[in-house]
């Protein structure tokens, strides 16, 4: 399935690296996601963007930095990341409707390793 | 206390075997409901919605219980595939963005 892609699919940085993390959705959707999903943890909601405008913003460190250039391309900018930064991210999209929740559809997500 | 709690598991059954799952949530005032599953190494992916009413799915049932605020997942006939993890996930009140996970049920089915 390539509705939500994911690149890379595998990330080992340093503490003082930085690096981008990219998701593309080829499913029309006006929302995408990132998610945090740390080991025998639950997902947990980073930000959102509707629109293109970015809607949530979970308390997330600044050394975490979104952008949402358009509609269906999201990334995920990392700098002077921790060890336990260290997580699968993932990227996932659905279509607002102004109603209730929509389904969303997850990308395979980027594991992520802060050395 | 946590918003969505499960049970984590192992939940360990024969093939054909019929296998509930609980969760619970703490918000009163959730309005959605969904069981998603997730394969090892993999995304989750909705598996169904929990409607008011329940819901069934071929060998898979949805139940919402407002009042004890629960929801179970029931797979009847279990076969070696449906070996997943299962996350109960619930909206936060008056979004329609922020979803609640659970950290799953993991199921798995022998031969």
């Known amino acids: 399935e390539t509705g939500v892609t994911q690149t890379p699919r595998h990330l080992v940085m340093g503490m003082t690296n930085k690096k981008s993390l990219k998701c593309e959705q080829h499913?029309?959707?006006?929302?995408m996601y990132w998610y945090k999903q740390s080991a025998k943890k639950p997902l947990e909601l980073m930000f959102v963007?509707?629109?293109?405008?970015?809607?949530e913003n979970n308390s997330v460190p600044s050394r975490f930095s979104p952008e949402c250039p358009n509609s269906s391309h999201l990334f995920l900018h990392l700098h002077t990341l921790q060890p336990e930064d260290s997580a699968l991210y993932l990227c996932?999209?659905?279509?607002?409707?102004?109603?209730?929740?929509?389904?969303?559809?997850f990308g395979p997500g980027t594991r992520l390793l802060v050395l | 206390r946590k918003e969505v709690e499960q049970d984590p598991g192992p939940f360990n059954v024969p093939e054909g075997a019929t296998v509930a799952f609980n969760c619970t949530y703490s918000n009163s005032a959730s309005q959605s409901f969904f069981w998603y599953r997730q394969d090892c190494r993999k995304e989750p992916k909705l598996l169904m919605s929990v409607y008011s009413s329940g819901n069934e799915d071929g060998r898979f049932t949805a139940q919402l219980n407002r009042a004890s605020q629960y929801i179970s997942l029931l797979i009847r006939d279990s076969k070696l595939s449906d070996s997943a993890t299962y996350l109960c996930?619930?909206?936060?009140?008056?979004?329609?963005?922020?979803?609640?996970f659970g950290s799953g049920t993991r199921l798995l089915v022998r031969p």
């Open positions: 996930v619930v909206n936060e009140e008056d979004s329609s963005y922020k979803l609640i």
């Open positions: 499913l029309g959707h006006n929302a």
């Open positions: 996932a999209s659905s279509q607002d409707r102004g109603g209730g929740p929509e389904t969303q559809y």
């Open positions: 963007y509707s629109l293109e405008e970015r809607v």
